[in-house]
């Protein structure tokens, strides 16, 4: 199926591996302290869901709050750091020479990391605004916009300047989402927090923003790492990759139109909620596509990376065909305002975003840092808290979801009925999630450790110089 | 894709698109909605926010309590919305027009909230405070919007009737205050011309078997 | 993978070089299907999927959409013609509370007026005559003795009550209309209501004047 190498098959770590070091190192070290932080944030919500008096003397960590909070060092603590990451390394090497501006991207991380903290403290102290995605205070908002752009415009230039004229999927996932954040992101401050809409606009302006983020932000940059890894390392082409380009097409022209979702029989005009129904249902073709695409991670022959990459991809489509399905009026008349809206999101950012980053971190830092990772142990305990924790965290947090939408449409059954009925799946999120830290400090400790060994010795990882692929396979 | 330019305009317009139909298009629609004035009543629903109200808001916002309570009631044949006594009608995007800072809500682990200020708990401001400070059920105790202080002179007439050491008392912060009078002020109980119930569209179904 | 030696997950090896991975998707785009006997049916499933979806949306948009009104929030409901979706004014309750507001500091709550100052309206002539000249008065005012049930009225004037230039009111033709509506139907008078419509037609008709005379309303009625 592949060939012997060639002699004009060039090393797979070069100068454009060891130049970024630092750079993405920073990136991947800040990501991965987030995500604790915001995992530990999530279980002490959890906990607060079971005991609601659990920490409620303390006003930083009340329930509202510690939600706001776990929430946005997610988002932007973990996935923008960890994304960004991702997508400069793969542009990089796809583009075929070192990235530039690198000392940018080192100053953009530090201020946005800052701005992060700074926001997150807004938030504990009270300055947290109250849309979805968008807790941070306005004071962080623009700077956060500038460090964006710093460290995005290195992945641009990676783009524009490639030395190579032809483009690979992943590359225009990668260039889609380091783009639009910065249009969505500023669109939605102007209109939610300087400039605020009147009325339920607000909503519809927050509803589209997350949508917005979600579909042209942080799904994109989770497919970067998938369409990358896939054929990386499985040597194999991706089958009828024709329609990876109308696939791409349709999850940006579509994907922004979902964004009245939660709004079904809510105070907006009844088109909205029908548009983001039908939007959802378009985007089908979008998910069955990238399913088809990439369904060589299934059979990952014993590779780790391509194992986190499948999981990430069966979460990424089953999520999808979840949103259209709560998108359906007879559906969301069960799972509208409730945990199972939590799976849902849970599903797309613990099981999709995080699964196929995971993946490409554990490809890419051997190759930046010339160090393989220390234990091999670690890794599959990582692997398995992951998968574990995600699975049951999603499974309890839907079932417990179903449960409280059935009741919560009976006026008979009060809420201590309901919370008595929720009860025990809840438990098990919350063990759940307890697992899910626990993993994520595992990764995050031996990220550590190549980092600091990577400075003190010289590269020892071997890297064989890859097999040439060949276009028509399968 | 290798056309630079033409990639990067494809992904602007699939961007502004999307924008334009649903921002600037409900924004055409809704951007100018104005309270409803009512000859008969003359005055314009829906009324704004007291002061002491709309402080109380932004204490709402910043504890986070949308996180458990929407602010939305789904139409009477849409869930059980009516049957629990959250509100007789759905309701609609004038409701909102005099908040500052609209707090739809996307979760019901509480009820809803959007007609709080009629129901029977929230008329006596003086148990709606002290149902903030002690737990029920799944709410959690907000002791930290209460503060325990010396009696000096006469105990405050806002003194909860808890038990608290000699000479001290338990009053309730301005922000508890101000939220009491928020949580008061949620009544959106006027029909707008809009907000009636509705016959579904019969001849619509003939449409559709063609 | 090519070869056969168990994976190490601390640094994975790749399949596939870089360029090669280009080139081979670059080849793969520019790919004809080659003729009918190696025609794919996975393609053509796709475009079976894509089509059938676009359908469903276009038949759910053609059901729900509520027709793109604002105004509907039930995406079953028609859009409201502007008639039946106004709220119905009662002129009896809409001309009461006018009427206490400002007609009634004169005219007192009763309608009785005040003897020798305001002219009552209960059981007035001028009330309970010609709807045409009441209007009149309403609209634009009345300056300079007036006689009622024979006693004569000359120190204080009509204000201008309609919309004209000098008003200090500028009520709306419909909130005349309530207000003469309710003032005809009380204090026992019984004269018949008046309607926006007539009033509007006054004001048409006389356009932008000043206040009336008695002499000059008896000229016309």
Redesign the interface.
Known sequence: ??TA?SAA??A?VTEIDASARCSLLLLLGSALAWLVLSGALALVNLV??NS???L????VL???????LQETAFIYGWAANAGLAVALWILG??G?SPLRSLNWVITGTIFWNVAVTLGLVGIAT?????H?WLHLPRYVLPMMLVAYGTIAVSGVLA??GRR??????AQ?YA??AL??FP??FS?AQV?LVFT??????????GG?FVQ?AWT?WLAPLALTSAYYLV?????????????A??SF?TL??????T??R?FI???????????A???C??L??HY??VG?NLRAAFSS?????LKFVAFGLGAYVLGGFLDALTAI?GVA?VTQ??YF??AQSQLALNGAFSMMIFGAI??LV?RITGQ?????TL??AHYLTAIIGTTALVAALAVAGWVQGHD????AVT??VI?GHTKTWLQVATAAQALLVLGNLLLLGHLLKSAVSSLLAPAT?????????????S | MKNGFTFFLGLFLALALAWAGIVLGSHAQLGHLAPYFDENEGKAFPERLPGIAARGQLVYQDLGCAACHTQQVRRPDFGSDKARGWGDRQSVARDYVSQPHVQLGESRIGPDLANFGARPLAVDAERLTQYLYDQHGGMPPYRFLFETRKITGERSATALKVPAAVGMEVVPTHRAQALVAYLQSLNNVYEYPEARPVEPAEEKKEGAAK | MSDQTPIDPRQEQAGASDESLLAAHEKLLGKKPEDGAHYKMLPLALLFVFSGLIFYAGTYLNHYSGHYDPAIFNENAHPSSGAAAAVKVDPMVLGKKNFELVCATCHQINGLGVAGVYPPLAGSEWVNGSEERVIRIVVYGLKGEVSVEGKTYSSAAMPVIGKVTGSGYNWSDEKIAAVLTYVRASFGNKAPPITAEKVAEIHAKEGDRKEWSQDELLKLH
């Open positions: 199926m592949t190498p098959t060039p797979e607060q869901l609601p008096s659990f409620a003397e303390c006003p009340s329930f509202g709050r510690t939600q706001a090497r796809l075929g009270g300055d947290a605004m109250a979805t783009w524009t190579n004229p032809m483009t690979f999927a225009w260039v889609a783009f639009l249009w969505i669109a209109m605020p809409e009147r009325g339920v606009l607000q909503a519809l302006v589209w917005g042209l054929p990386k390392v499985s040597g194999r082409a991706i089958p009828s990759y024709d329609f380009a109308l097409w940006l022209v579509v994907g922004g139109w964004g009245g939660h029989g809510g105070p907006v005009p009844a088109w909205v909620a029908s548009i129904g039908v939007s249902a378009l089908l073709f069955i596509v088809l022959g014993g590779s780790t990376v009026r008349l305002f409730t809206t939590a554990y490809f051997p393989a990772w220390a234990s091999s890794i599959r919560l449409n009976d006026p809420f201590a919370a990882a071997t890297f064989r110089q890859p097999p040439t692929m060949e276009a028509s396979v």
